[in-house]
């Protein structure tokens, strides 16, 4: 169960490695409501704040106005939809997805509770998106490999499921799932984040304790 405080190295390895199944702790709800229902409170004022109804970066001092704050954070995906470079590996993946979900389930980053449930049912059912390996230098987030990541749950790219590149919308409907339309601040929610060096990070420490484990056994 995510709840965003306890999940360990060797549980990130189970899913990502042995697609052991994970799902959002009732724990966390109540936490993730509640930011959803502040950032609602906070669109509904007529000021100006970042990443829900201004641009990005240089372009915060530009307005969007309020019919079009759910496509501002479909724009800012398309934006950063530009890694390069080979795929990461499925259970690379799969690391980056539960270590996202984790981190998203904390109940900081204003997102619903339906996004995050998304992502773990495309986990969960074998739906990966492809996310190049080149593009993020981690600094302010994982944001280009996060785009893509993030592209999947409203089916923007392509996604691999039983070995088979599929258009990212038809994967979801093949297991069941549908895209969805985000609401503001939620592209940003998804993308701002060092998930993907937080899962990749925790496949190379599992690994080197393994590696050490062996080695302290045959010397």
Not at 33 to 54: C, F, M
Not at 95 to 120: C, D
Request: glycine share 10%; aromatic share 4%; net charge neutral.
């Amino acid at each position: 169960m995510l709840s965003g405080h306890n999940l360990s190295i060797r549980e990130v390895w189970r899913i990502a490695a042995l697609c052991s199944p994970c799902a959002l702790a009732d724990e966390a709800r109540p936490l993730i409501q509640r930011s959803r229902q502040l950032v609602d409170a906070l669109a509904a004022q007529p000021r100006a704040i970042y990443g829900i109804n201004t641009g990005f970066g240089p372009l915060s001092g530009f307005r969007i106005s309020n019919d079009e704050l759910g496509q501002h954070q479909i724009n800012l995906l398309h934006h950063l939809f530009v890694g390069q470079g080979a795929l990461f590996s499925a259970m690379e993946t799969r690391a980056i997805m539960v270590a996202r979900a984790n981190a998203l389930a904390r109940g900081y980053s204003g997102i619903r509770e339906e996004l995050i449930e998304l992502l773990l049912a495309a986990l969960n059912r074998g739906v990966l998106p492809e996310i190049p390996s080149e593009g993020s230098v981690g600094a302010s987030g994982d944001l280009v490999p996060l785009a893509h990541m993030g592209g999947l749950l409203v089916g923007l790219g392509y996604a691999r499921i039983n070995g088979r590149r599929v258009p990212a919308a038809d994967a979801l409907r093949e297991v069941g799932l549908a895209p969805v339309m985000l609401q503001c601040k939620e592209g940003l929610a998804l993308v701002n984040g060092t998930s993907v060096m937080t899962g990749l990070a925790a496949l190379a420490v599992h690994e080197g304790h393994r590696l050490l484990r062996w080695m302290e056994l045959l010397t």
